[in-house]
């Protein structure tokens, strides 16, 4: 799909533990990182997301635990198992995302290329069928 890469984060670990490392300005992480958030303590049967935004880009790791990631472009959908704290998950902008099936001791660190602006999230689906339609046909 589109806007999404799933990566293996170089892990440095040895005999004392492991070392998992993820760097901005397209090192690691193919942005500048503006923003970082986490979810945990997730209740069973939560969803969270159920939205895209028009200009942030993301980069999900579940340091703990594990979660699904279903992403959407308007066209296909996937589901992505993050279950591992060296795998990782871009979403470029305009990707409909819901994270769900959360472990009792997951994790989800979140960054993102933006700060917090509401205005820029579509939290409606049909809207961001139409919008996404709309930047086809133009």
Known sequence: MKGIKVLELPNLGDDRGELVVAEGGNKTIPFDIKRVFYIYKTT????RGQH???NSKF????VNGSCKVKIDD????EIITLDEP???LYMDKMIWKEMYDFSEDAVLIVLSSEHY??????RDYDEY???INDKGNN
């Open 117 to 122: 602006d509401g205005e820029e999230y579509i």
């Open 129 to 131: 069928l139409k919008e």
């Open 44 to 47: 069973e049967g939560t969803i």
């Open 74 to 77: 308007g066209i296909a959908q």
């Open 59 to 62: 980069f999900f790791i579940n």
């Open 52 to 54: 895209a935004n028009r």
């Open 86 to 88: 060296h795998k990782a």
